[in-house]
């Protein structure tokens, strides 16, 4: 018994000591914060201009991957935090100290009067505020006016649907229709006009194919009824007027 608990404990250890082992083998990968801080500091260390298959040589040696550096340098070069220039065909990438302080101290001024803005605008907010709460104190007086509008409103509502309803016998909407008809019946007549002398112009030139252009007429609805449309009377306006109900508003 005792031989075995040694070997099931030395089994156990060892099989703890190659989890260890092999958790310890694994590297986590570097942060973008950390890759930008990592190629940063190439430009700061040597202080020098380099091009980017350069820094893709640099890169690994700092621990950022060859598929990387290219996005974290344009990362930097967005922030103003490392400077390009093309020379010739070459682009040249360059970034000192001094650059990136004076960079960090513009952006902390800008967010400081940012700040500052946003304070006042807070500050002139809450003053609106409490002017507009003026006059508006919670009363029984306050209460039966907010009622009392409500009212109104509802009334209001109820007549604008009511008014909706005849709409269709409105005279202006009967004035435009009656204009609108009429644009179309000239249009009509008109285009029964041009068919008329269409007709008269085949019939004078193509005497002998009469039987034809009969059947071609026949056959797209001009047919021996074909003429001009005539309108119904008008109806009077103050038939409309006549059955308008009275609304009391």
């Not at 621990?63 to 930097?76: H, M, P, R």
């Not at 093309?86 to 009067?113: E, H, M």
């Not at 709409?167 to 068919?195: C, G, L, Q, Y």
């Amino acid at each position: 018994m005792v031989p075995e608990n040694r070997h099931g404990s030395c089994g156990s250890n060892h099989h703890l000591n190659s989890k260890v082992i092999h958790g310890k083998s694994k590297k986590r990968g570097l942060s973008l914060e950390e890759k930008r801080e990592k190629m940063l500091q190439i430009f700061y260390d040597s202080q020098d201009f380099f091009l980017l298959k350069e820094l893709e040589k640099l890169g690994p040696k700092k621990g950022v991957i060859l598929q990387s550096v290219k996005d974290v340098i344009q990362s930097l070069v967005d922030d103003d935090l490392v400077f390009k220039d093309k020379i010739g065909t070459s682009v040249y990438f360059w970034s000192l100290p001094s650059c990136a302080g004076n960079q960090l101290r513009n952006i902390q001024k800008k967010l400081d009067s940012e700040l500052q803005s946003c304070k006042k605008r807070y500050i002139e907010q809450v003053d609106h505020c409490n002017s507009l709460k003026k006059g508006r104190e919670e009363s029984d007086e306050r209460d039966e006016a907010l009622d009392e509008l409500k009212a109104i409103e509802l009334k209001y509502n109820e007549l604008k649907d009511e008014i909706a309803q005849y709409a269709d016998n409105d005279p202006a909407t009967f004035e435009a229709m009656k204009n609108t008809i009429e644009v179309a019946h000239s249009a009509t007549n008109r285009w029964t006009d041009n068919i008329f002398t269409l007709r008269q112009w085949c019939s004078k030139n193509f005497p002998q194919a009469k039987e034809q252009l009969d059947n071609l007429y026949n056959e797209v609805g001009i047919t021996e009824d074909f003429d001009y449309v005539e309108l119904p009377a008008a109806i009077p306006k103050c038939s409309i007027g006549d059955q308008m109900p009275e609304v009391d508003i």
